[in-house]
């Protein structure tokens, strides 16, 4: 399944605007997202992570790099292809392999390929219709012995209908599918609202 059309043009769109100088992109804040920087710090306490790690809807790449700090071999992806040439411009001497990517219509060579899997706010980007499915995506990255940690912003009152189209507890939950398991999901108060912290895990095979 491809991603909703409407929304890919949306997001392309927006970031060929901010290119231009139009506008700028609302949800670019020059630095990486709050809790994964220290989510990253506590998990990897010695500096250094090891094998494949995959970011989800990259945008500019702030993310991406700092898990690609800790020695991760990342791959960035956003369905907006404007996003990825402007990450690839704003960090020219990265390691990191920005791409093109779609959620809900990844290449083989993706599925089960990544030890660490980062998903910042993609989920709650897309209509509701597309959560389960954009969850299953998110899973399906996931290596044996693999970890995939999803942040994303808790619906509060007074919240429009979207976008962006705010999580409840259980859409977070339903990336524990395809043997994934859920093994830590939070409440945090966070900086523009609370956020919703799940820790995933794949079982290594024996």
């Given at each position: 399944m491809a991603a909703d059309r409407?929304?890919?043009?949306w997001y392309e769109t927006v970031y060929a605007e901010?290119?231009?100088?139009?506008?700028?992109?609302?949800w670019d804040?020059?630095?990486?997202?709050?809790?994964?920087?220290?989510?990253?710090?506590?998990?990897?306490?010695?500096?250094?992570?090891?094998?494949?790690?995959?970011?989800?809807?990259?945008?500019?790449?702030?993310?991406?790099?700092?898990?690609?700090?800790?020695?991760?071999?990342?791959?960035?992806?956003?369905?907006?292809?404007?996003?990825?040439e402007v990450a690839r411009e704003r960090h020219p001497e990265s390691v990191v392999d920005y791409r093109r990517g779609d959620l809900l219509d990844l290449p083989a060579r993706w599925l089960a390929a990544f030890d660490l899997v980062i998903e910042c706010t993609t989920l709650q980007a897309l209509p509701p219709e597309l959560h389960a499915a954009a969850a299953a995506g998110v899973a399906s990255l996931c290596a044996?012995?693999?970890?995939?940690?999803?942040?994303?912003r808790c619906p509060g009152e007074g919240d429009p209908p979207g976008?962006?189209?705010?999580?409840?507890?259980?859409?977070?939950?339903?990336?524990?599918?395809e043997g994934v398991r859920l093994t830590r999901l939070r409440r945090i108060p966070m900086r523009g609202g609370d956020r919703w912290v799940g820790e995933f895990g794949r079982p290594a095979e024996k």
């Open positions: 409407g929304s890919e043009n901010a290119r231009a100088g139009a506008s700028p992109v609302a804040h020059g630095e990486p997202t709050p809790y994964l920087v220290e989510w990253m710090a506590e998990r990897f306490a010695g500096g250094r992570g090891r094998g494949r790690a995959a970011v989800i809807g990259c945008a500019y790449g702030d993310d991406a790099e700092l898990v690609a700090s800790y020695g991760f071999d990342v791959t960035a992806f956003d369905i907006s292809a404007t996003a990825v044996s012995g693999g970890e995939i940690l999803v942040v994303a976008p962006p189209f705010l999580l409840a507890r259980d859409e977070v939950e339903r990336v524990a599918t």
